[in-house]
């Protein structure tokens, strides 16, 4: 009795699940998404352009693009329309190194970085025996981020290594969730020891080309000539988009793994299915074992903190969206009691959001223009797109899209302060100029900027004039040229020390660079040679 009230349990289940989905045509799915995309581009200006892409059961549901991939020219985003999706980057770094580890008997997950890379060393002893691929893969190595160091020119793919050894550790090894692109970089030099090739090479001919991926670029590599979707940041002082200089998504892109993937609805439809269905490209062939893409999937380290906790937790909202384990370039997640797999992807100018439920054969993916702060906009379409898919009532509709995180949550009122240029300094702006060192990041020049009157700092390809903030030696960077509207600085720290009788500036800390562990430069000249300037 109890074996056919199980049997009965189960033909239940099925035929609900198959009802669910399959009640649901296309053409009204596609009608509903439309009438709650569009709205959601109305209401959020900050996001120009959208692209879309479902899958379910092995077959690809709807790829779409919404609103304009260009203001300057109107041009629609289509669903081969290319958006860069940042960290999802992450999930195609994982599986080709997992892809190429198969090849090597004698290599895995768990072999130690020291032993693909001869002579590494980190700056802990217990790291440099122990840390493997896994480690890096799986933000368990309890690094700071650092992700403004990237904005150095001099910090290529070939420099990463001897960097990573000089980053120290904020918590114990093994024994935190920090998430850490620097680590994906050097997971992405590992790549090409391993395969012997450059890592967007190895890409192409491990993933793109057997899974179909042919209108997927890299930021490192891709022609802006083409059917690509403009960045666009936020004017904090109108609320509305600016675009955004895609020179600073090339020097992102040189982490690799971390962010350089560019992709297209239509490509990512393919990808997701790749995931689905255990390795198998759409004609079939297994490109990777199901035991691999098991190993790819499996939950590796807590995350603590997660992104969608703030906004998408019971009791505050009907429905959690839940991210509770980090697996390799994935999340391991629950919704409406589904596991799902997930990942964000934010960069300057992009947000996406990939969400698959295995047990459903179910993925859909969206990609924008445009700020998303606190991933609301992802969290609330992929919500109502899950709802509609598992035949559930959606608990969002066109007017909470808009008034999110009301009426669950009061709207926090964010009111731009502009910075105040009039503070006077607490000594001549003559004293701080000059060359700073770290030994990490390298140089930073300080200058006098006559036009503006006042100071201005350089790192790599970022400028900022700077202005005192009242406090002794402080001051605040306001982004210039290329990381203008996008980068400003509320703490840098200058401080001195008495020579002779006389106080002298001899080091900066930047605390915007990295505020769990600010980067101190020593200043090593008071000439500064305009030539040596990148930015």
């Avoid at 309890?142 to 290529?156: C, E, I, V």
């Avoid at 980053?167 to 970089?185: C, E, K, Q, T, W």
Wanted: glycine share 8%; hydrophobic share 35%.
């Amino acid at each position: 009795m109890a074996g056919t009230n199980v049997l009965f349990t189960v033909i239940v289940i099925l035929i609900y699940n198959a009802y669910t989905i399959d009640s649901i045509s296309t053409a009204n799915l596609e009608a509903s998404l439309d009438e709650y995309i569009n709205a959601g581009l109305k209401c959020h200006t900050k996001n120009p352009g959208l692209a879309l892409a479902i899958v379910k059961d092995g077959k690809v549901i709807l790829t779409k693009g919404y609103g304009v991939r260009d203001l300057s020219t109107n041009s629609p985003v289509t669903d081969r329309t290319i958006f860069g999706i940042a960290s999802m980057s992450k999930a195609f770094a994982s599986t080709l190194l997992v892809k190429l580890l198969a090849k090597h008997s004698n290599m895995s997950i768990y072999t130690d970085i020291a032993k693909i890379l001869p002579n590494f060393k980190f700056t802990t002893h217990i790291r440099t025996d122990n840390a493997n691929i896994r480690d890096l893969l799986s933000h368990t190595m309890g690094f700071p981020a650092h992700n403004l160091m990237r904005l150095d020119p001099k910090l290529t793919r070939d420099d990463i290594a001897s960097r990573s050894q000089q980053v120290h550790s904020i918590h114990p090894f093994r024994d935190s969730y920090l998430y850490n692109n620097l680590m994906y970089g050097l997971a992405s030099v590992v790549a090409e020891r391993i395969g012997g090739k450059r890592w967007e090479d190895l890409i192409e001919e491990e993933l793109y080309t057997p899974l179909g991926m042919s209108g997927s670029s890299f930021m490192t590599k891709v022609d802006l000539s083409g059917n690509v979707a403009k960045g666009y940041g936020t004017d904090d002082a109108t609320g509305g988009p600016v675009p955004i200089d895609f020179a600073i998504n090339r020097r992102w892109g040189q982490m690799g793994g971390s962010t350089n993937i560019m992709s297209n609805a239509v490509d990512i439809s393919k990808w997701m299915l790749f995931h689905l269905s255990k390795g198998r490209n759409q004609a079939g062939q297994q490109i990777l074992s199901e035991n691999d893409m098991a190993t790819l999937h499996r939950r590796r380290n807590t995350i603590t903190a997660p992104t969608s906790e703030k906004y998408f937790s019971q009791p505050q909202v009907p429905v959690s969206s839940l991210e509770e384990n980090y697996a390799l370039g994935w999340k391991n997640g629950v919704y409406r009691g589904y596991k799902v797999l997930r990942h964000t992807g934010t960069t300057w100018g992009y947000s996406s959001l990939v969400t698959l439920i295995p047990d459903m054969n179910l993925g859909f993916f969206t990609t924008m223009t445009g700020d998303d702060p606190g991933y609301k906009f992802r969290y609330l379409l992929h919500n109502y797109i899950g709802d509609l898919l598992l035949g559930e009532t959606p608990w969002l509709n066109k007017t909470t899209l808009c008034s999110f995180p009301e009426p669950w949550y009061n709207q926090s009122t964010s009111v731009y302060h502009p910075i105040n240029k009039h503070i006077n300094p607490t000594r001549s702006l003559n004293y701080y100029v000059g060359v700073y060192h770290n030994s990490m990041y390298g140089n930073l020049h300080v200058t006098m900027n006559t036009s503006a009157n006042t100071l201005q700092m350089n790192y790599g390809i970022g400028s900022w004039l700077l202005y005192p903030k009242g406090t002794h030696d402080k001051f605040v960077g306001e982004g210039t040229n290329i990381v203008h509207k996008i980068i400003d600085l509320s703490s840098i720290q200058f401080h001195s020390s008495n020579l002779h009788g006389r106080s002298t500036i001899d080091s900066v800390k930047v605390i915007s660079f990295e505020t769990r562990a600010p980067p101190v430069f020593t200043k090593t000249s008071s000439h500064v040679n305009t030539g040596n300037i990148v930015g």
